[in-house]
């Protein structure tokens, strides 16, 4: 069974800085796309950033979050930078079957979300 389970949300002020993990278990990473969504309040879910065959951004976070993954430890990270009031909301984390990777593709496997806050 997939499980990934999403952590390192919080509260921060602006200008802070978060660090998300997102482990899996019952699936390998490596070589797969994974990806971070989130979820604002009475919000669509949006893309925030993916790594696969491409890292790709959204344009709302460039050059403040950054993407990685750990494929030993069989995890999934965002370090969050700079954080903006706008970024509040529910993270995801979620995979793919295959490397192949868009903000846009659909996603198979999802994480239940960690929230974060940043306050003003």
């Known amino acids: 069974q997939v499980q990934l389970a999403e952590s390192g949300g919080g509260s921060v002020q602006a200008g802070g800085s978060l660090r998300l993990a997102c482990a899996a278990s019952?699936?390998?990473?490596?070589?797969?796309?994974m990806g971070w969504f989130r979820q604002a309040a009475g919000k669509e879910r949006e893309g925030v950033a993916v790594i696969g065959d491409f890292i790709t951004y959204a344009d709302s976070v460039k050059g403040r979050f950054t993407i990685s993954r750990d494929n030993v430890e069989n995890t999934l990270y965002l370090q969050m930078d700079s954080l903006k009031p706008e970024d509040t909301a529910m993270y995801y984390c979620a995979g793919r079957s295959n490397v192949y990777c868009g903000l846009g593709y659909s996603f198979v496997y999802w994480g239940q979300g960690t929230p974060v806050t940043v306050s003003s």
């Open positions: 019952g699936y390998t990473i490596g070589r797969k796309c």
